[in-house]
């Protein structure tokens, strides 16, 4: 297992996650205060449908259903900070761990490609090196979460609404890509720039 998370951590910094990184990044700035909950509300999704559709048991989303996940979370997060602003942002981010999870290929070295090769008869052992994978691969966003977390809240109140609108905007512009079309070419020339 540890094998597979530091294969996780090493494809973390290769171009084809940003793919994952890009979405997820922008939920965790647009998360401001609740960045962990928001992530981990992203990451459970990714995970899950990963899971679900590498395993064989789903197929990749259309591009209008994607697009539109990531338009609902771009929407959700740029919303003010009222009664029910966790709530939305975990809202936000499954939205955005489904719509990822559709679009993600990963980046797949010697011991994810075994997992993902047995992964439609593994059972449960398959779903958890997927979270160990996957948690390895998205390291650097759980760092990010934690570090806006122990920020100091003056300077998170300051720079959260325009975090917030980023993180949105991002997600918004991803999910106009998707419906557009121009997601295949981009992950493809993402994938082929990422050599083993």
């Known amino acids: 297992m540890l094998n597979l998370f530091g294969e996780g951590l ?4 290769f171009p084809c996650t940003l793919v994952l990184a890009v979405p997820g990044l922008a939920v965790t700035l647009a998360g401001r205060r609740f960045a962990g ?4 509300a992203f990451l459970a999704a990714l995970i899950l449908g990963s899971w679900l ?3 064989g048991w789903i197929d990749v989303m259309p591009s209008l259903i994607t697009g539109a996940g990531l338009l609902l979370a771009a929407a959700l997060v740029t919303r003010g900070d009222g009664d029910r602003s966790l709530v939305m942002r975990a809202i936000a981010g499954v ?3 489904v719509a990822t999870g559709s ?3 990963p980046c797949v070295g010697i011991e994810f490609g075994e997992v993902l090769t047995n992964l439609d008869t593994a059972g449960p052992v398959g779903l958890v090196q997927m979270i160990v994978y996957t948690v390895g691969v998205t390291a650097p966003l759980i760092a990010l979460a934690g570090a806006s977390h122990a920020a100091p809240s003056t300077w998170s109140d300051r720079i959260g609404p325009a975090l917030g ?3 949105g905007g991002v997600l ?4 106009l890509a998707v419906i ?3 997601d295949e070419r981009v992950i493809n020339r993402l994938f082929q720039l990422s050599s083993f």
């Open 95 to 97: 939205g955005a761990g």
């Open 10 to 13: 090493a494809t973390a910094f």
């Open 172 to 175: 918004a512009l991803l999910g």
């Open 53 to 55: 559709r590498f395993a």
């Open 180 to 182: 557009a079309g121009l």
């Open 103 to 105: 679009l993600w290929r």
């Open 37 to 40: 909950a928001t992530l981990g």
């Open 165 to 167: 609108w980023f993180g």
